[in-house]
Structure formats: structure tokens, C-alpha cells
């Protein structure tokens, strides 16, 4: 090798190594570790390696410290809505209200204690997930290898790889010695790349990372070989890097439309509370308001206000949140939910996502035998079966030993024996298999019938190995048997296996001379037929010389290193082995759920777009006959303009992405108005991630970036269980609706009564009120508060996966009309069951006197109290329960929109039944208590003409809601219209 010594060459500063670096593919070795002022020989000195961690900073990517609970309970203080109601208490104090002031605070402390937990918890699970990155490197320092933390790795130092290191920077090769390098992580590709030292001609925007075969890239394994570079880009300047700080820079939560929406709302209830205090005041006097009005006017703005509304929504997503970690989705942000019940979109990578991220061998062509396995790529997975068919006619058997077959028994014995990787046991007793991912298949296969290296040591031992070289495609190893005959077991490519024999297996087992151009053709169809299902073609050979025919000298040549050339000839060829990183079992019926339920898959990957079409194929997220122009090279669909990609189709299959790829497919979706969850393990994937509506990152095989970006990490690495959590968003969001139109029809009835209550008036001009604050709080925070947290926690049907996404927030038109429509029935049967109690003992309001301020009474003139205002007591008593019983049977009536109350099933009703009958006991001694009920709640003892009002009214509530849902079912479309995904793909385009 040429000495790389120094040359004088001006560093980049420190400013320079944070930002994206130049390129060095480009250049030679010599010129790159002439740049860092560096020496191939000797390395950096200590000194000047120590002068360059405090100039250019360690080797970390930053962003991924620990979270700080300080921030998190902040965040969970400081929001609109807990300012809202703290302006209610502020108002409550002012009225002198000691009760309301302590309810609501407890309120606010409720809700701020549940979110924290929750989403410190959640980043709690999330700081157990990040790992650690490459913790220690080999360098060349002062002409000794060192074994240092990667943390202090700089630019310019020597970096040496070994075959199971993790590369812990970016690095030009200056030496490659059979390198390969697992880069999955970076780009997607499931295939481990060849490295050398040539230059790479080309533009940096043209020449992906993929396609930089010269450089190792951090972060990335070593799977097999060895070599040596020098450092080009450390932290932040790493391609790593880059994608880290693209994703982890500026990166500020979002509102989503739920917390906008609620924002609004609390702000808009809380300027109405204000018109209408001003005018309870106005309408008594400004001049000399007494302690009844303005407690009467605060209890109308506590009406308008709902009070459990954000408790009961935290409640909601974090028992949502429980649910989903059952599941194996770890929840980041509680927010992600609602995005995710109305994501029209899924794209998805392919490796280790749909796919199981482990190449297997799937399918072979062994002397004219058809070979089928079908499983798993793990080794320790039992139910793996292997098939054989005689002909393409023939029927398939199952074999489950391949000694019964002496053509297969030959092509497992070169699985077994023809790799340099290794297979062993843990402590476990389970199989792990470590090395180069094309050999791995090969060894899984010959474990399915018990052969491995070891198991055939005894009769074969080993004499020699000729490693895989790419430039004769091809690798071979050289044992002996106990009779003294010398076994040649090859694989490699069909040519470079093919180039070498001299023969080839029959169908009978019997060894035919020559191989003949019209056979040559055939295994070349047989090739183009497995290439064509995306399968990676290896091609198996052997050879056997007996003892007594063995050239003198000849193995002691092969032990020495020598004689390749005399070892690779006279193959006889066996036949054709099929690999590939086959789908998980999951996938296609996930997949097919997520079609039913009006959500498109994308897939989007790094792999070659005939082994992605085909196993977007198998997945079924391309039908036949199916459409080109669904699958796109990322190349051609990266020079696109926005204008031309909004005006067509977008693909299904997007096939070797690059990072900008995977974003510019996410914002053509946003810029159609869909809703996109991005899924993905590989820190290519983390911008996508994080520009998704929904990120999901993968826990297992994920890297600590894209975890970084994500919103949702499934800890199981599973895509059904995407379609899972999309259940369960679909189902909270159903709940937030179904409990929003509870508490809100509460809180209109509630101003409906209270504000048409001010109609009556007695003789001094003093309010006769319908229901006191204490009641108002009540109805809101014992009442409705139990029943909208039943009504959160239900479980959704299997409707709900059955309907396109939701196209609206919370607070649609739907919700709205049935919350005007409920509020003014249940507040008119309120209001009238009050009067009616009233005006049925023949008495006028105007006879009576203040029969809300008993605040300033002594208890002689509490009692005189009493007596004057008994009737109006009753009669507010009975408003009271009516409102009361209508809001525990209307728990039952918003479970479904649409459907009538006497079809609901009641599966998964037992939260529900339980508030009602919980309703019920405390509602009672409101009115029998002596003192509660007078004192406390402004009502008395309720007769049995009341009791009769009180079941009367609502008896027509529940036929009112009977027969306005009916009406809606009569006038408005369907909820469960199946979506015609075929249709929704077809009509991909983005709407004028």
C-alpha cells in the first residue's frame, strides 16, 4: 500500500463539522486523510486528538437527553384550558363562594396530575428504549490501535472495522478486505453493501448514500470482512447526523385539531359567561347587587362552562393510552391519538415493517425438483415446513427429512457446510445465527433438518476456504471425509457457479456430462423466474474427488491459501436456492383491514422495485391486474414538481426512496387534505416520521432517531398492530364525541333553564331562580362528570373499522345539532316541570319573597325562610331531579348518534350502568337530608306529584330522542358505508 502521509491542508472549523460536510467519495484516500492533516500509518497523535474533541465536540448525535418532569408538569399547568377555569375561580371568589372556588381548583389539579403522569410516564418508557450507539471504537493512534469510547472519535482518525463492529463514523476506506457492510438501518436496503476504496465518479445530489461503496457510514455493522478508513464526519455532520438534526431541530408540538378546537371552545363559552353575568346584573341593577345575584350569575357562567370536559378527555386518551401498550404501541404524545382514529393514509417501509427484516430462502430448483419453504426466517421457529414437488404439475410433500432425498440432502449439505458465519446456542437454549445476511438463510434451512457445521464435523473435515469474492461471484470451502475423499460444496451466481461445472444432477440423481446450451437456457429461465418474484438467486454446486484419485500435494496446496483456481473446476450443479426478507404473516390481513376500514397503504423502501412490487403484491397492497403506474423508481418521482405530482396518481409502491423521497410522498398526501401516518425502523425513516401526521417507529429494530421523531413505538415491531392502534384512536375519538354531547346538551339545557328562569321575578323585583349554583355544580361535576367517564372508556364495535376516516373534528355539525337539540329538551322539560310545580298550588312568583339569599339568616329566620319559600323550594327540587334523572338516561341515549336507545347493545356497558346507579343513590338524599337539602342545595322534600313531574318528564325526553334519531336516520346518509378503497386509490389525485 502507498504511504498516506500528511499534507498541509486548512481543517474545517468547528462551525464547518456541525454542518453538513463535503463529500469524499469523490476523492481518493490520500486526498481525504491529507485534508484531515492526518497520517494511514500512524493516525492522529493524542494531543492533537484531544485538541480536536474540545474544537469540534464529541461524537454524539445531541437531542436525545433525558426528559425533565419539571417541564413536562409545566406544560401541563400553563394551558388554555386550565386558564379558563381559573378565571371561573376567580369569579367564584368574587361571589364569595367558598364551595365553587374549592371544586373547581380541584378540578384543575385533577386534570394537570393525570396528564402528567401520563406523558411523563410515556417519556419514562421512551428514555428505557434509546440505546446506546457504537460505545467504544478501534483507532490508529501515535501508530498503535486503540480500543477508545466512539464519543472521542474525530475527524481524521483511523478507524479500523472488524467483522459485528458498529461503524462510529462516517469514513472514507482506505482498505477493504471482502467488506461488507449492513447499512438497513441508513437506507432501507436489506442487503449488506460491498465496500472499496475505488472513486465514485458523480454529483453528491445524484449519488445516494446507498450507491457511496467507497464509504462506511455511522451507526452502521460491519457484517462481514475487514478494513480501515479515515474519519470524515463526526456528530451532527454525519449522515446520521444530518437526518437527526433535520428532525430534531425546530421540532415544536403541533395543536392538533382536538386541542384547537377545545381552545376555542373554552374561550367562546367563556365570553358568553361574561355577556350573560353582565346582563344578570343588568337586569337586577348595577347599583346594589346582593350575594344571590351574583351567585346566580356565576352558577350561569359555571353552567356554560364545562368543567370535567378536559379531565374527562385526559381520562379518556390515557386509559386509551393503557389500552395501546397492552397492545405493544408505547404512546408519546396523548395528542397523536386523535390524528390517528382520522388517518386516511399508511406509509409504510418495507424492511422489518411488513416485512420480517431476515432474509430466508423461500423457494428452490433442485435437479429439476421444485422446492418450497414456508415459515419464518427465524431459526427457532418450528412451524417452518419445507415442500417438494417432482415437477411444476406435481403435488407437493412435505419433507421433514432430507436424507429421503438425495438431490436435497446434497443442497443442504452445501447450506450447511458452505459459509463462514456462525451458528450457536444461548443460555436459552435458542438458535442465534451471526454474520453475513445472504449465508444466513442458507444455515437457517439446513437447521430445519438438523444439519449444521458442527453436526457434520465428524465426517467432514475442514481442509480449506475460498471466501466470497465479488468479482467471481462466488465462494468455496474444502473438506475431507474419514475415507480420505475431498468435497468441494460451492454457491455464488448462477454464472459463477454455472462458468465452473462440468456437469449437472438429473432428476434421478445421476450425474450428466457436459452442461449443454439448451440446459444452460433452462437455469437461466428457472433464474428469470425467481428474479421475477423478487427473490435473490444463489446457485449451488459440488464436487468430489475420491481418496485414492487425490493429487499429491494437493490439499496441503488448499490449506496454504494456494491454488484457487485448480479448486473451483469440474462442479457438478445441484441447482438453485431463492432468498428473500419474505412479509410478515400479519401483514396481508392488516393490510386488508385497513382497506375495509378506508385507508390506503403506501409502501415506500429502499429496495429494488421488482422485489418491492412483489411483495407489496403479497401484502395486498397491490391487486391484480395491476396498475404501472402504481409503482415508481423514487429517481423519477424525486424530479417531479409539486404541480406534476398533485396531478397524478400517487403511488402505492415507491421504490428506492431516498429520506426526501418518504417526505415529499408525505406532503403531496397533506397537500391532498389526507391524514398520514408514516411507519418506519431505519433513520432514513425519521424525517417522514416526523413530518407524518402520525409517526410510528419501531421499539425493537428501530433506531434511537426515528423514536426520537415518532409519535406512537410499536415495542413488538408488528404492522397489524398499526391497524390496532388505529382501532383504538378511532375508538377514543368516538368516545370524546359521545361524552362531548353529553356534558355540552348538559350545559345548554343548564343556560336554558337558568336563563329563561329570569323571566319570573316577585314583587321587589328579585329573580325567582330555577336551580341554585350548588345544584348547577352538582349536575356538572356528579351528575354528567361519572357518565362521560364511563361513556370514554367504552369499547368500540367492530363497526368502527368497518367506515372511511373521519372527515371533521370533534365538534361537527352532527354534534352541534344534537347538542342544541338534546340541551333544549332536557332544558324546556326542566323549566316547565319547575313552573308546573309552581303553578299548581294556584301561587304567583310575584307572592314570593328572596328565596335565594339565606346566606346573612339566623336560624329562627331561616326557618320563617323556609316556610315562605316551601313551594318554590319543592319546585326547584324537581327542575333539579328531572335535569338530574334525564342526564343519567341520556348516558344511554349518546352511546350512538343514530341508533335508536332500545337496539344498543349493552356489551361493555358496565362503567356505564355503574355511574347511573351511582347517580341515583347520591341524588336522592339531596332532597331527604335535613339542612342538605335546604341549606345546602335551596330545595325541600319532593311529594309524589313531584315524583310524578319528575318520571313524567323524563318518560318524553326518552321519546323525544327516540324520534328525532329516527328522523335522522330517515334524512341524513349512513355512518357504515363500507368504503370502496379501489375507488379511493383511483381518485388519487389532488381536488381542484
Known amino acids: 500500500m502507498p504511504s498516506l502521509g500528511k499534507k498541509k491542508s486548512e481543517l474545517p472549523s468547528k462551525e464547518n463539522v456541525n454542518a453538513p460536510t463535503e463529500s469524499f467519495f469523490d476523492r481518493t484516500a490520500e486526498d481525504a486523510v491529507a485534508h484531515f492533516q492526518s497520517d494511514a500509518l500512524r493516525g492522529l497523535t493524542e494531543a492533537e486528538a484531544e485538541s480536536r474533541v474540545e ?85 490508529m493512534r501515535n501508530g498503535e490501535v486503540k480500543t477508545i469510547q466512539s464519543s472521542h472519535v474525530v475527524p481524521g482518525d483511523i478507524l479500523y472495522l472488524e467483522e459485528g463492529d458498529q461503524v462510529a463514523a462516517d469514513a472514507r476506506m482506505i482498505e477493504a478486505v471482502n467488506l461488507n457492510i449492513d447499512e438497513a438501518l441508513l437506507t432501507g436496503e436489506s442487503m449488506p453493501v460491498k465496500k472499496g476504496v475505488d472513486i465514485i465518479e458523480g454529483n453528491p445530489l445524484v ?41 430534531l431541530e425546530g421540532s415544536v408540538a403541533q395543536k392538533t385539531p382536538l386541542e384547537k378546537a377545545m381552545t376555542r371552545l373554552m374561550f367562546a363559552l367563556l365570553g358568553c359567561a361574561l355577556l350573560i353575568i353582565l346582563g344578570i346584573f343588568a337586569l337586577a341593577g348595577f347599583t346594589n347587587p346582593n350575594n344571590s345575584v351574583a351567585s346566580y350569575a356565576i352558577a350561569v357562567a359555571v353552567a356554560i362552562l364545562p368543567e370535567g370536559l378536559p379531565a374527562v378527555v385526559t381520562v379518556t386518551m390515557s386509559f386509551g393510552v393503557q389500552r395501546m401498550a397492552k397492545q405493544q404501541a408505547v404512546v408519546r404524545r396523548l395528542v397523536s391519538l386523535e390524528n390517528l382514529g382520522s388517518v386516511t393514509n399508511i406509509c409504510s417501509d418495507k424492511t422489518g415493517t411488513l416485512t420480517q427484516g431476515k432474509m430466508m430462502a423461500t423457494r428452490g430448483w433442485i435437479a429439476g425438483q421444485y422446492l418450497h419453504i414456508e415459515g419464518s426466517a427465524d431459526p427457532n421457529d418450528t412451524s417452518t415446513a419445507v415442500f417438494i414437488q417432482e415437477n411444476e404439475n406435481a403435488e407437493k410433500q412435505r419433507i421433514t427429512n432430507c436424507e429421503d432425498n ?6 443442504i449439505t452445501v447450506c450447511a457446510l458452505c459459509h463462514s458465519s456462525n451458528l450457536a446456542q444461548n443460555e436459552e437454549g435458542k438458535w442465534v445465527v451471526t454474520g453475513d445476511t445472504t449465508e444466513l438463510p442458507l444455515i437457517v434451512l439446513a437447521l430445519r433438518f438438523a444439519k449444521t457445521k458442527e453436526s457434520l464435523e465428524n465426517n ?19 473438506r475431507r471425509d474419514k475415507q480420505g475423499d475431498l468435497y468441494f460444496f460451492a454457491k455464488g451466481a448462477v454464472e459463477g457457479i454455472l462458468s465452473r461445472a462440468t456437469g449437472y444432477y438429473d432428476a434421478s440423481g445421476s450425474i450428466v456430462d457436459g452442461i449443454t446450451e439448451e440446459y444452460r437456457e433452462e437455469v437461466n429461465r428457472k433464474m428469470a423466474s425467481m428474479a421475477g418474484e423478487g427473490l435473490r438467486v444463489l446457485a449451488l454446486g459440488m464436487r468430489v474427488i475420491a481418496g485414492r484419485d487425490v493429487p499429491e500435494g494437493m490439499v496441503d496446496k488448499f490449506a496454504s491459501g494456494e491454488g484457487r483456481e485448480e479448486m473451483e473446476q469440474g462442479f457438478i450443479f445441484i441447482g438453485l436456492l431463492g432468498l428473500r426478507d419474505p412479509p410478515r404473516a400479519e401483514s396481508g390481513p392488516a393490510v386488508e383491514n385497513a382497506h375495509k376500514a378506508g385507508i390506503v397503504v403506501h409502501m415506500a423502501t429502499g429496495d429494488h422495485p421488482l422485489t418491492a412490487r412483489t411483495i407489496a403484491k403479497e401484502v395486498k397492497i397491490l391487486k391484480e391486474p395491476i396498475n404501472d403506474k402504481l409503482v415508481m423508481v423514487a429517481a423519477e418521482f424525486d424530479q417531479m414538481t409539486d404541480e406534476e405530482v398533485d396531478a397524478m396518481q400517487l403511488p402505492l409502491v415507491l421504490a428506492r426512496c431516498s429520506p426526501q423521497s ?56 408488528n404492522f397489524a398492530t398499526i391497524i390496532l392502534a388505529v382501532g383504538e384512536g378511532r375508538r377514543i375519538f368516538s368516545n370524546i364525541t359521545k361524552f362531548a354531547l353529553h356534558l355540552l346538551s348538559g350545559n345548554v339545557s343548564e343556560v336554558i333553564a337558568l336563563v329563561l328562569g329570569l323571566i319570573w321575578r316577585n314583587n321587589l323585583g328579585q329573580f325567582i331562580f330555577p336551580m341554585s349554583a350548588i345544584q348547577i355544580l352538582y349536575l356538572n361535576l356528579v351528575t354528567s362528570s361519572p357518565i362521560a367517564l364511563a361513556l370514554g372508556v367504552e369499547l368500540g364495535g367492530k363497526e368502527m373499522m368497518r367506515q372511511a376516516p373521519r372527515q371533521h373534528g370533534v365538534f361537527h355539525k352532527e354534534l352541534i345539532m344534537d347538542t342544541l337539540t338534546y340541551g333544549t329538551i332536557l332544558g324546556g322539560l326542566a323549566l316547565a316541570t319547575y313552573v308546573i310545580s309552581v303553578l299548581r298550588h294556584g301561587a304567583d312568583f310575584s307572592t314570593y319573597p328572596d328565596c335565594s339569599n339565606h346566606s346573612d339568616l339566623a336560624k329562627g329566620d331561616f326557618d320563617i325562610w323556609i316556610n315562605q319559600c316551601e313551594i318554590i323550594l319543592i319546585a326547584r327540587g324537581v327542575c333539579f331531579h328531572t335535569l338530574s334523572l334525564c342526564l343519567l338516561a341520556h348516558g344511554f341515549i349518546c352511546r350512538h348518534p343514530r341508533r335508536s336507545l332500545f337496539k344498543n347493545s349493552l356489551r361493555g356497558t358496565k362503567f356505564l350502568v355503574g355511574a347511573i346507579l351511582l347517580g341515583l343513590v347520591l341524588i336522592v338524599p339531596t332532597s331527604y337530608i335535613p339542612s342538605v337539602n335546604t341549606w345546602v342545595f335551596d330545595q325541600y322534600n319532593i311529594d309524589g306529584i313531584g315524583w310524578a313531574l319528575i318520571f313524567g318528564g323524563m318518560g318524553i325526553f326518552l321519546v323525544c330522542s327516540e324520534i328525532y334519531k329516527f328522523i335522522k336516520r330517515m334524512v341524513m346518509p349512513s355512518l357504515y358505508a363500507v368504503p370502496d378503497i379501489d375507488a379511493l386509490i383511483a381518485d388519487d389525485k389532488k381536488k381542484k
Open 55 to 139: 474544537k469540534y465536540g464529541t461524537n454524539e448525535i445531541t437531542g436525545g437527553e433525558q426528559v425533565k418532569w419539571w417541564k413536562v408538569l409545566l406544560s401541563n399547568i400553563f394551558n388554555p384550558m386550565n386558564g379558563v377555569l381559573l378565571i371561573a375561580i376567580i369569579l367564584s371568589s368574587v361571589a364569595t363562594n367558598v364551595t365553587e372556588v374549592v371544586v373547581i381548583a380541584l378540578v384543575i389539579l385533577t386534570n394537570t396530575a393525570i396528564g402528567f403522569r401520563q406523558e411523563y410516564k410515556s417519556e419514562q418508557t421512551m428514555d428505557a428504549l434509546r440505546k446506546l450507539s457504537s460505545p467504544t471504537a478501534r483507532v
Open 207 to 247: 449519488v445516494t448514500v446507498g450507491d457511496r461503496t467507497n464509504m462506511a457510514f455511522k451507526n452502521t455493522t460491519v457484517s462481514k470482512g475487514r478494513g480501515h478508513a479515515v474519519v470524515t464526519a463526526t456528530g451532527l455532520a454525519t449522515e446520521i447526523g444530518a437526518i437527526a438534526k433535520s428532525v
Open 406 to 411: 438425495e438431490l436435497l440432502n446434497k443442497a
Open 460 to 478: 467432514y473435515h475442514f481442509v480449506a476456504e475460498a471466501p466470497f469474492d465479488s468479482s467471481i461471484k462466488r465462494m468455496t470451502v474444502v
Open 662 to 717: 418518504k417526505v415529499k410522498l408525505i406532503r403531496a398526501l397533506h397537500r391532498r387534505q389526507k391524514k398520514a401516518a408514516m411507519t418506519g425502523d431505519g433513520v432514513n425513516d425519521a424525517p417522514a416520521v416526523k413530518n407524518a401526521d402520525v409517526g410510528i417507529a419501531m421499539g425493537q429494530g428501530g433506531s434511537d432517531v426515528t423514536r426520537q421523531a415518532s409519535d406512537i413505538t410499536l415495542t413488538d415491531d
